[in-house]
């Protein structure tokens, strides 16, 4: 009896055995089951800012070479846009000029249209010396001297360029000049025919005691006898103090008597504007006559130790020699033509400032004596303001 029960007992110890080594077997492998399976790590997030356009900005133009080409780029193309409308300009203006044109109001709007293109060339200019002032390349290293003498090299071509189109410019500007009025002249005094009665009276801002002087104007004469009257000064007791007139072929300045003349031996072209100037001083009596800027001819005995007095009559376009008391002029001496920005000075002019005098800027410039637009000058007889 015993027997059996030991062994009924080992064998209910040994299902009981086997029945917690299943159990665990099981949870063995579900363990092994819901275990994650190993996967990549996980990329690291990356949180910085996107640069902006600023940003950007400010990091190309920290680089100096890339400064110095963008400041390059910007000249050649302001200066290339400059060039480009005053050749359009230019073009059109030149076909304009290519037909015949009116008289009257048609040539003061050609001549206003040419100052404005020389004062668009002359802004031009300006700009580009500014910008060559302030924006030339300065060399900080060697390896950047090649392309700095790059861009000068191209800076010059364009500087070369913005001259030849302004020398274009003035050439057409001479040329136009015959038909209208002087770069920057405004009005005229047209003297349509020679007369006794046809002058222009000047009332000049001050005294005419003068030890030196420089006289200068603008003449386009119709016709020319032995003694044609541009400008004339005299008193009771000297109708020839002085005098600036043409000849058949001359320029001829009188001071202090008619006997006392430097003369120029050149004949000023008919139908054409030219700029004329004389200068004296009391001081050795040194003269001279300027014709378009070049001197004509120059003397130092002329009136030495004269003083030109005040008190005297003034006048354009005739002399008042006392010769024909009651009866106007001497019609042989009368100017015709036109006449334009007459100054008087009471020194002598450098010569720089007499060839300023007769440039782009003519009749803005005005003596001290007598000024072109603010002194009075009134017309006589017919002779009468064109603009």
């Known amino acids: 009896m015993r027997l059996p029960a030991l062994l009924l007992c080992a064998l209910c110890s040994a299902a ?61 193309a302001v200066l290339r846009g400059e060039l480009q409308r005053l050749r359009a300009e230019l073009g059109r203006l030149a076909s304009g000029l290519a037909r015949p044109c009116a008289a009257g109001p048609g040539e003061a709007r050609l001549a206003r249209a040419l100052d404005e293109l020389l004062q668009g060339s002359r802004d031009a200019s300006r700009r580009l010396a500014r910008l060559e002032g302030s924006g030339a390349p300065r060399p900080e290293a060697e390896g950047e001297a090649a392309g700095e003498a790059a861009a000068g090299l191209a800076l010059g071509a364009v500087l070369r360029e913005l001259r030849e189109t302004r020398a274009e410019l003035r050439a057409v500007r001479r040329w136009a000049a015959r038909r209208g009025l002087p770069a920057g002249c405004e009005v005229a005094i047209l003297f349509p025919m020679r007369s006794k009665e046809i002058f222009g009276s ?124 009651g009866g106007g002029f001497d019609e042989s001496l009368a100017f015709s033509g036109r006449l334009t920005g007459f100054n008087i000075w009471d020194r002598v002019l450098s010569p720089d400032e007499i060839r300023e005098t007769g440039g782009e800027e003519s009749c803005h410039i005005r003596g001290n004596v007598v000024g072109w637009g603010v002194t009075e000058i009134q017309p006589h007889g017919g002779a009468q303001y064109l603009s």
């Open 16 to 76: 009981c055995a086997a029945d917690d080594y299943d159990l665990l077997y099981v949870n063995l492998d579900n363990e092994l089951d819901l275990a994650p399976l190993p996967t990549d790590a996980p990329t690291p997030c990356d949180c910085r800012r996107e640069p902006s356009e600023w940003d950007k900005l400010f990091t190309m133009l920290e680089n100096s070479q890339m400064r110095e080409a963008m400041l390059l780029e910007a000249t050649d």
């Open 202 to 325: 000047v009332h000049p801002a001050r005294p005419m005691k003068l030890r030196s002087f420089s006289a200068c104007l603008w003449v386009k004469a119709t016709d020319v006898l032995n003694k044609t009257i541009l400008f004339s000064y005299g008193t009771k007791g000297n109708p020839y103090e002085i005098q600036l007139y043409l000849g058949s072929g001359s320029v001829e300045l009188v001071v202090g008597g008619a006997a006392q003349k430097l003369v120029a031996p050149t004949a000023v072209p008919l139908g054409r504007w030219t700029h004329l100037c004389g200068t004296w001083t009391t001081q050795h009596g040194r003269a001279s006559l300027w014709a378009d800027g070049e001197l004509l001819a120059s003397t130092a005995q002329l009136a030495p130790s004269h003083l030109v007095p005040e008190g005297g009559i003034l006048q354009i376009g005739q002399e008042k020699n006392g010769c024909c008391v």
